[in-house]
């Protein structure tokens, strides 16, 4: 760890097997005042957690425009909390690390705060900021809201490995969300949450199994630096047409080069994920969007289908 700079060991390894280096100019203490009327707007929020195992899991969490606000620039106050058939419930404890995306899909904008939660009350939460960052807009695809489901979530389903229910939503999505830690390097460590895109079927199914490819990006390497120092993380996807989401946790390998990048069009890295344990929530979210707008980014890429 450089005492100068923002990026953790894992990190800066990562930027090196890539090839890159990043001063991370970036990344701040606290979070410009532009982002925290962004976050002020959404209708949804992206979070990453620590579960009592050390497992990292992935959520969201939704409600009316205006629930995060931002009393301080170190500061996020979100009116709440997972429900209580999210595996992340009981990870969102007081001094529990936290990584959060805020994602506008109408505008593809995408901005990040890391930090720890504060408080915890009965209808909310604060975080304590320690990294602030926003992120390009490339793969993010334009969807636009449209009438929010009344109809109650169904039952969570519990997976050892995935179903053809699980499969058949991970082939379709043009999204996904990884969480990830390296919790230990507590000075610029902690816990990450990030979006990947891609055209639908980016992701490889193979048994319980996926490949996904990086395509370039902003050079940090967070989830790949976390990825380096400790190898398990968690997947989220969000079937935007129903509210289903799939919260998957597995351990994850990183490819940092060979023949099998040549195959897709765009993949600088490839990384597999090996599924450990799942959750599928029917209706989960009670957001709607419409189908995707891909971004020109997006459609740049290739799809597994093709290389095979």
């Known amino acids: 760890m450089l005492p100068d700079g923002p990026f953790h060991t894992g990190e800066l390894a990562a930027q090196a097997l890539a090839g890159v280096a990043s001063r991370g100019a970036g990344i701040r203490p606290f979070m410009p005042d532009q982002h925290r009327i962004f976050f002020g707007q959404l209708p949804w929020l992206f979070a990453g957690v620590l579960d009592e ?27 709440t909390l997972p429900s209580k058939d999210d595996p992340a419930f009981e990870a969102f404890q007081p001094g529990s690390l936290i990584g959060l995306l805020g ?41 636009n809201r449209v009438q929010d489901s009344d109809e109650p979530a169904a039952a969570p389903v519990n997976l050892s490995g995935l179903d053809t229910e699980a499969r058949a939503l991970i082939a379709g999505a043009d999204t996904l969300f990884i969480a990830s830690a390296a919790a230990l390097e507590a000075e610029t460590g902690g816990v990450d949450i990030s979006h990947r895109g891609g055209r639908p079927s980016f992701v490889r199914i193979d048994g319980d199994t996926l490949t996904i490819p990086d395509f370039a990006g902003n050079n940090y390497f967070n989830t790949f630096g976390n990825l380096l120092r400790e190898p398990r993380a968690a997947l989220l996807f969000v079937d935007f047409a129903t509210g289903t989401l799939l919260q998957l946790q597995g351990e994850v390998e990183i490819v940092w080069q060979g023949p099998e990048l040549a195959q897709l069009d765009g993949a600088e ?40």
């Open 53 to 79: 195992g050390g497992w990292p899991v992935a959520t969201a969490l939704a409600a009316a425009p205006g629930f995060v606000e931002s009393p301080t620039p170190t500061m996020l106050s979100i009116a």
């Open 269 to 308: 890295r490839l990384w597999r994920f090996h599924v450990k344990r799942g959750w599928r929530r029917p209706g989960a979210l009670r957001l709607r969007w419409s189908a995707p707008e891909f971004a020109p980014t997006t459609l740049q890429t290739g799809l597994w289908s093709v290389a095979a």
């Open 103 to 143: 994602l506008e899909l109408e505008t593809r904008r995408r901005n990040r705060a890391n930090g720890q939660i504060g408080t915890i009350a009965a209808h909310g939460f604060t975080v304590e900021i320690a990294q602030s960052f926003g992120n390009c807009a490339k793969y993010i695809q334009v969807r």
